[in-house]
Nanobody, 120 residues
Framework: QVQLVESGGGLVQAGGSLRLSCAAS????????MGWYRQAPGKQREWVAFITSVGTTNYADSVKGRFTISRDNAKNTVYLQMNSLKPEDTAVYYC??????????????WGQGTQVTVSS
């Protein structure tokens, strides 16, 4: 019943910027946290960043200082502002949401993924 819709991926040159968006919809009582993961070809899925319901953020070392995660609670949307992009940032980026469906019930959902390609 919950859907995460991602957008904002694309092709950019090294040093460029992109902003990813992920909008959650459906039967959501509360968004506990939302985050971003990525998976590059031949690699395991890697955690990138998360933001909690109270705004606490954290980042993987590989993106710290370059990426910024933010949220718009009114829209149930999380963003990932990606600056100073590097070719090694190339991956499919997945939105993840930790949701409370109802009292005492927490569910984790994934978006469909959006491709980010950074050319050198």
């Amino acid at each position: 019943q919950v859907q995460l819709v991602e957008s904002g991926g694309g092709l950019v040159q090294a040093g460029g910027s992109l902003r990813l968006s992920c909008a959650a919809s459906g039967s959501i009582f509360k968004i506990n946290a939302m985050g971003w993961y990525r998976q590059a070809p031949g690699k395991q899925r890697e955690w990138v960043a998360f933001i909690t319901s109270v705004g606490t953020t954290n980042y993987a070392d590989s993106v710290k200082g370059r990426f910024t995660i933010s949220r718009d609670n009114a829209k149930n949307t999380v963003y990932l502002q990606m600056n100073s992009l590097k070719p090694e940032d190339t991956a499919v980026y997945y939105c993840n949401a930790d949701l409370t469906i109802r009292a005492g019930v927490t569910v984790n959902y994934w978006g469909q993924g959006t491709q980010v390609t950074v050319s050198s």
